[in-house]
């Protein structure tokens, strides 16, 4: 039997389980794409022909894909519910403070050992000491799992049993990140407008800060070679407003921000690096 199944192997999911086999666990993986699972078998992980055998083949089961729709669509089902009982499912997928809140009463009532999860890195922080991941559900289990988790980088927080907190700080963490993003970007489109080098803004901030990134990626025009595309902002903002309509809260913020987004769709910059949004501001 392995230490724990893996299922989904995108670019996070592969980040994690990579980092999980370099911990020395013995994993299995799986993907609804095939392909992907072999790169992890010629490095010793069991491959999974279906789901069930993912599943069945460890006590602890790693879920990181899109969202939770698609882990309820290959988990909640006839074929798989009846060998999910007694295992721990830690759920990495993104979503919302009530999508974890229903999936934890879901697994909960099916037998599972529910712990929700939220990841504040990208891919390439998995395994260092800058990985930030969040965690909560029953504290006994978080314990029981811990050392299995530990590979996975230097800041593994565990939050308690509000199961809602990893998604609720995600969220929180990216309103504002998002909202740095638009505010430097606003901020270069000024020096344009006042003929000031916007590479003087840039000096402005530390090395590796996220407005003197966005500042050089406008610089070189480097829109093609993204960090993080308008496509992931957009899901992102999506969310922010889905949970701002939750919870009952102002959802002004989230809102403005999606329209600029939205026009940077239509613009054609759904690919490109979110530094795109000045090509928008540059359009009176």
Same mark, same amino acid.
């Given at each position: ?6 299922? %989904?192997?995108?670019?996070? %999911? ?14 299995? !993986? ?15 992980? !069991?491959?999974?022909?279906?789901? !069930? ?8 089961? =790693? ?6 729709t ?7 089902t006839?074929? &798989? ?9 830690i ?27 939220a ?17 909560? %559900? ?32 995600? =969220? ?14 606003? %901020? ?7 003929? !000031? ?6 000096t ?9 990134i ?22 992102v ?14 959802k ?12 940077a769709?239509t613009a ?11 090509? &928008?501001?540059?359009?009176?």
């Amino acid at each position: 039997m392995s230490d724990i199944s893996v299922l %989904g192997l995108g670019l996070m %999911g592969g980040a994690l389980a990579r980092a999980l086999q370099r911990g020395n666990h013995q994993i299995t !993986v799986w993907n609804r794409t095939p392909e992907k699972i072999e790169p992890f078998e010629r490095d010793g992980a !069991v491959g999974a022909s279906n789901i !069930v055998s993912a599943v069945t083949a460890s006590p602890v089961i =790693l879920v990181c894909v899109d969202n939770y729709t698609v882990t309820e669509s290959f988990l909640c089902t006839d074929e &798989v519910v009846p060998h999910l009982s007694g295992r721990t499912l830690i759920q990495l997928s993104t979503g919302t403070p009530r999508e974890a809140l229903k999936a934890s009463a879901w697994f909960n009532d099916h037998g599972v050992t529910y712990i929700d999860g939220a990841i504040l890195v990208l891919p390439a922080d998995i395994g260092t000491k800058n990985t930030q991941i969040l965690f909560a %559900g029953p504290e006994d289990a978080f314990k029981r799992i811990e050392p299995l988790l530990t590979c996975l980088g230097g800041d593994l927080r565990y939050l308690g049993e509000n199961v809602r907190a990893p998604a609720t700080l995600d =969220l929180a963490f990216l309103s504002q990140r998002f909202g740095q993003i638009l505010g430097a970007i606003h %901020g270069i489109r000024l020096c344009e407008s006042e003929d !000031v080098d916007a590479d003087l803004f840039a000096t402005l901030f530390a090395e590796g800060e996220r407005p003197r990134i966005l500042a050089q990626v406008i610089h070189e025009d480097g829109y093609d070679n993204p960090n993080v595309t308008v496509r992931v902002w957009d899901v992102v903002l999506q969310r922010i407003q889905r949970q701002a309509q939750d919870a009952k809260i102002n959802k002004e913020f989230p809102e403005f921000a999606h329209r600029i987004v939205k026009r940077a769709i239509t613009a054609g910059y759904l690919e490109e690096d979110v530094a795109a949004l000045i090509k &928008v501001l540059r359009d009176n």
